[in-house]
């Protein structure tokens, strides 16, 4: 029986925090030394979103958005729980029709609850994003500033380097600038339509 083994699932809100945020910075490319190519910069939009303290202060507060939604879904799941679990000790006394009864009652409230939680889920991602963009929109003048007083002409994505000489590499630069122009942001949990329940 469906209605027994369906789980809601909150995972989304895990999902919905940044990768890097629950992992820690990427491993940068490997000081194989060398030459450093006079107007090659390298930058990691990740390193910075990880290491500045605007992104600290964006992850923490993502996941106390994402810990919230979470427990709203918990709360509205734990009496459905009880009732599932009401439901699977007395199946085995129940008729088909009862049971077939009982089910048809339990399974709209797990549609809903599952509903909650996705659309939860959906909203702290639309919450990251627009919190990622925010921060990306205070970084790029800064990042324009020091790829200029390094006198850089190509500026590549560190995470794709394999190896060689980092001196140029203008990450850290980026994250003292950044630092120094905002530390935080405020933003709420993002609102988005509920969808409709799709039909059984």
Excluded: H, W
Aim: hydrophobic share 45%; with cysteine; net charge positive.
């Amino acid at each position: 029986m469906k209605i027994i083994t369906a789980a809601v699932s909150v995972a989304t809100f895990v999902a919905a925090i940044p990768a890097s945020a629950q992992q820690g910075s990427a491993p940068a490319a490997a000081p194989l030394g060398g030459t450093a190519i006079p107007g090659l910069c390298m930058l990691s939009r990740e390193a910075i979103f990880i290491n500045a303290a605007v992104g600290k202060a964006a992850t923490a507060r993502l996941q106390q958005l994402a810990g919230d939604a979470q427990a709203e879904v918990a709360a509205e799941r734990k009496p459905l729980d009880a009732d599932l679990q009401a439901f699977q000790a007395e199946v085995a006394k129940l008729t088909p029709a009862q049971r077939s009864q009982r089910e048809q009652m339990l399974q709209p409230r797990l549609r809903a609850v599952q509903a909650k939680a996705q659309l939860r889920g959906r909203e702290i991602e639309a919450t990251r994003e627009k919190a990622m963009a925010t921060i990306a929109d205070y970084a790029q003048p800064v990042i324009a500033q020091v790829y200029t007083q390094r006198k850089c002409g190509l500026l590549v994505d560190r995470n794709s380097v394999l190896g060689g000489n980092l001196a140029n590499d203008l990450t850290a630069d980026v994250v003292r600038g950044l630092d120094a122009k905002v530390t935080t942001i405020s933003f709420n949990r993002e609102t988005l339509p509920v969808q409709p329940a799709a039909k059984p």
